[in-house]
């Protein structure tokens, strides 16, 4: 359903200017002082070097970019996309159901489900952590119970298990969001023209909570990818994200210029999701 | 609309305004450069010995629990300072981070490891010791003005050391591991049961040691060899631990786990945890006090320097959390227990080579770890 | 409603993948030994470690206070950007730009708002920026999840009823608090908890942007990594769980009997 704006004789523009004013300009001015300041700042230092023991010299150079086509990193950025989209199709496959039928629960029972489904991250994340070697090591819970002896941790598999675990909430909540929203009626009407229950999701539900969707990936994708706790801790540090290079650079290294101009580089590619996202928002 | 106008200058304008508030940045007071725009900082010889301490407070960040809970309130109470406040970091990169920030991080102390003074130094961000201020530097072991990184402890002084080396279950390996080899190349019977280091150059240490190199090369062909051991030895491994490497060997999981000294539990109650520095030698690590250039309590961050120097204050160190530390004082009034990783002599400790930042060749190191970590 | 009886499946199954390393967590809390790892033996003396940990208290305190008020900015903030976005905006690089807080890797926001505020406090001359430095900080990238989330109720709805009431009479104000802010209320109850949630554990930015005087709750438990975590934090844990789970059903309870008492 397509939101159509009519020209309202009655009101005034200045009075839609206005309105427009008054809603968009406290979120934009913070984003514009807090956010794409302090990041005009850290970018600008693409340009410049590294100084002998850290710190930036201020002299002009491109040679951070030419860096970048290396073959390590873009190993790197491969297997960072893999993990992340390998956690975001899952985090979407569980999270769908389950913010479905937290969104058709009593109204009593919605507020509970959603707390229960946020709860777990008002803990601490080492502690999360380590009750998943808890879980999932050799001698642990796990391989106790079950008398076996898999090796469940640092693999690849547990770094994905472990994002799933952190992000799964920031693809429910949104969804949850989508779903609550839809009017009964249309799943209805659909039915009552002799659409089975799979056709309707395909043709109706889908279609309709898909800029939740796309958000949903989006959340969990996006944190994926960038995340280094999770590698180093779940994975024995055996694998390297995108996050850890980046803070390797920054941190370990000290090299700000190539770090800011790492970020650059996946900045550049969130915008372009970001688009899509938009578009997709707005198709709706 | 007014709105489509605004928003396609906007990101143009925003870019202008970042940089130029960024070359504002480095007119004012650089990242890593000397001088911050505040008042001027006192030359060398013109620190007050008389001055008056109530006047001054201190800020410190050090890691959590490596210094007495007390020490606050002891402090301000044997120096007459208005204020110490402690805050913490977990580890040394992250408190670089903030010192080399730019401008006035609002520290006057900060703990970090030797090499890491050497770069604060190197970028002018501390302030060089006045040893007239800090008549406990006696207090320290002759070794301990002689460390690599910083001779004469001319903008550092020591605050604890110790070296790197194997720490294992002597009850489930086979074997005692001697070289720095039975972590690189584990026999079967330690197949996935060992661990090395995550940091760069604690990662590179067993391999440029096997291979007979020091820690301080940046020679490409011997950096090279060195990823090559670590490669190999990747798939025989449990995983790069950095901190939970104790657990590990308490649980089982691991047999052998690279480790710095005051990390491994030798005194564990179940005695069955040992410590041992491969023959191929290792490195001499010392955790340090340096004085921010920056401070403007500079009198007081020494009198508070030489307060820790006491040998009662010095002493909590070795005998809470069981790190040597290089005060012959302290040191001595610590009774060592048997067994004990506290026991190893400064002597035997020179045998270590002092980790020094490599300033350009540091990003050599950077790079051995990632593509030793990317490796599939 | 039906509700095929499979997706129950999923549903479950993600509250037990959830909750299992929280009952892990729990059962540690009571670990005679110091590993917050490996199980030693029963005992309740963590609790009382606890109690007695000043650093923590206060952590505790500091935490809450960034979280309740960034909530609340973000909260604010990110729905009128939302419907500011979806109501009078066509533009996809605003869109984008509501959005980047929650996307960008957080040690580069850290970085480049260290070195801002930085600037800001050299500039005007300030000693601390304190705990508003790091509620700013949170807010800024809490923003962009209520923002996204509200988008989600927004686009594509029915803006009948908020013409309506215009063609009525009512002032833009007016048909915001009456008609549109009620249909979007799921959207903004999930973002604020979000937001929340988001705050709560945060660790980086809040380490960097954090002055020298105080800490919060995150940043005294990850600079105890060096000497290791002990139970006392899963200890913290559980009573935050118990906690928080009492509010939200006492809050239940109590807005069932205000329902109740309403309709009588």
Request: charged content about 15%; hydrophobic content about 30%; proline content about 3%.
């Given at each position: 359903m397509k939101s159509q704006t009519k020209a309202r004789p009655?009101?005034?523009a200045k009075g839609r200017r206005l309105a427009a004013f008054a809603f968009l300009s406290p979120g934009l001015t913070y984003l514009i002082v807090l956010l794409l300041i302090p990041l005009g700042l850290v970018l600008s230092y693409t340009v410049f070097r590294r100084g002998r023991f850290g710190g930036i010299i201020y002299e002009f150079t491109l040679e951070n970019f030419t860096r970048l086509i290396d073959p390590l990193y873009l190993g790197i950025v491969g297997s960072s996309v893999r993990i992340a989209a390998l956690t975001t199709l899952l985090a979407l496959l569980i999270g769908y159901p389950t913010a479905y039928v937290i969104a058709h629960l009593p109204p009593k029972w919605k507020t509970i489900a959603l707390v229960a489904i946020v709860l777990p991250f008002w803990t601490n994340f080492i502690i999360r952590v380590y009750a998943w070697i808890m879980l999932l090591s050799g001698p642990g819970v796990i391989n106790s119970v079950l008398g076996t002896k898999f090796e469940?941790?640092?693999?690849e598999g547990t770094v994905v298990t472990g994002l799933l675990y952190s992000y799964l909430p920031l693809m429910v909540l949104p969804l949850y969001a989508a779903i609550e929203k839809l009017d009964p009626q249309l799943r209805e009407a659909s039915a009552n023209l002799g659409a089975s229950g799979f056709t309707t999701f395909r043709k109706v539900t889908l279609p309709l909570t898909l800029p939740g969707v796309v958000t949903g990936c989006l959340f969990v994708f996006v944190p994926s990818f960038g995340n280094f706790v999770i590698p180093e801790m779940l994975g024995g540090g055996k694998s390297i994200m995108v996050g850890n290079l980046i803070r390797n650079e920054f941190l370990s290294t000290r090299d700000w210029p190539f770090g800011a101009t790492l970020s650059l580089a996946l900045i550049a590619v969130l915008i372009l999701l970001l688009m899509v996202q938009s578009w997709a928002a707005r198709r709706a | 609309m007014f709105r489509t106008r605004f928003t396609r200058r906007l990101p143009a304008a925003v870019a202008v305004a970042g940089l130029a508030l960024a070359v504002a940045a480095c007119g004012g007071?650089?990242?890593?450069?000397?001088?911050?725009?505040a008042e001027p900082t006192a030359k060398a010889?013109?620190?007050?010995?008389?001055?008056?301490?109530?006047k001054q407070s201190l800020a410190v960040t050090v890691w959590d629990g490596y210094t007495p809970k007390e020490l606050p309130e002891k402090a301000k109470a044997a120096l007459k300072i208005s204020d110490l406040k402690i805050t913490i970091h977990d580890t040394n990169e992250t408190a670089m981070t903030k010192l080399t920030a730019g401008g006035d991080s609002g520290l006057d102390v900060a703990f970090v490891s030797g090499q890491y003074a050497q770069a604060l130094n190197e970028q002018g961000l501390l302030e060089p010791i006045h040893p007239e201020l800090i008549p406990n530097l006696s207090n320290l072991y002759p070794e301990a003005t002689q460390l690599s990184y910083d001779k004469g402890n001319k903008y550092s002084v020591p605050y604890t050391w110790g070296t790197t080396g194997i720490c294992y279950r002597s009850d489930l390996v086979k074997a005692e591991p001697k070289s720095w080899n039975d972590l690189l190349k584990p026999p079967a019977w330690a197949e996935k049961k060992v661990t090395m280091m995550t940091t760069e150059r604690w990662l590179a240490l067993p391999a440029l040691k096997a291979l007979g190199y020091s820690v301080n090369t940046d020679k490409d062909e011997e950096i090279a060899k060195a990823k090559e051991l670590l490669v190999a030895q990747k798939p025989h491994l449990l995983g790069y631990d950095d901190t939970t490497f104790g657990d590990k060997l308490k649980s089982g999981e691991a047999l052998m786990v690279e480790a710095w000294d005051g990390w491994c539990p030798t005194t564990d109650p179940k005695q069955n945890i040992k410590f041992v520095v491969p023959s191929e030698g290792s490195d001499l690590w010392v955790d340090t006090m340096v004085i921010l250039?920056?401070?403007?309590?500079k009198e007081a961050a020494h009198a508070l320097i030489n307060y820790i120097l006491s040998p009662d204050i010095h002493s909590w160190a070795a005998a809470n959390i069981n790190y040597k530390v290089p005060n012959k004082a302290a040191m001595d009034q610590v009774k060592v227990p048997e067994?004990?990783?506290?026991?190893?002599k400064p002597a035997e400790l020179l045998n270590g080579e002092s980790i020094r930042d490599l300033g350009e060749g540091s990003t050599k190191f950077g790079r051995l770890s990632t593509e030793v970590r990317a490796t599939q | 409603m039906r509700r095929p009886r499979f997706l129950y499946i999923p549903f479950w199954a993600s509250l037990v993948f959830l909750y299992l390393p929280i009952i892990m967590l729990v059962v540690m809390s009571f670990n005679s030994g110091r590993s917050a790892y490996t199980y030693e033996g029963f005992s309740l003396k963590w609790y009382g470690e606890l109690a007695k940990d000043e650093g923590i208290r206060n952590g505790l305190i500091n935490t809450l206070i960034v979280a309740t008020c960034s909530t609340v900015i973000a909260t604010v903030l990110g729905t009128l950007l939302a419907v500011g976005l979806a109501r009078y905006s066509r533009s996809r690089v605003l869109d984008a730009l509501a959005l980047m807080p929650g996307v960008l890797p957080d040690l580069v926001l850290a970085i480049g708002l260290l070195i801002f505020y930085v600037l800001v406090r050299t500039t005007f001359g300030i000693e601390t920026l304190g705990l508003g430095a790091v509620t700013a900080a949170h807010a800024l990238f809490s923003m962009a999840f209520v923002t996204a989330v509200v988008r989600t109720r927004l686009t594509g709805s029915d803006t009948s009823l908020e013409e309506a009431s215009r063609d009525l009479g009512a002032g833009a104000v007016t048909t915001f608090m009456k008609v549109t802010l009620p249909q979007l209320m799921p959207g903004v109850v999930a973002g604020a908890l979000l937001a929340f949630t988001l705050s709560l554990d945060e660790f980086v930015i809040a380490f960097f942007t954090i002055g020298n005087t105080e800490q919060t709750l995150p940043i005294v438990i990850y600079s105890m990594i060096r000497f290791g975590v002990t139970p006392k934090i899963n200890a913290l844990a559980a009573i935050l769980l118990l906690v928080s789970f009492t509010a939200v059903i006492a809050g239940q309870r109590m807005t069932k009997i205000g329902e109740s008492r309403a309709q009588n």
């Open positions: 009655a009101s005034p469940l941790l640092y693999k | 007071g650089s990242t890593g450069a000397s001088g911050s725009s010889a013109e620190l007050n010995a008389n001055a008056d301490l109530s250039k920056s401070s403007k309590n067994g004990s990783l506290l026991g190893i | -």
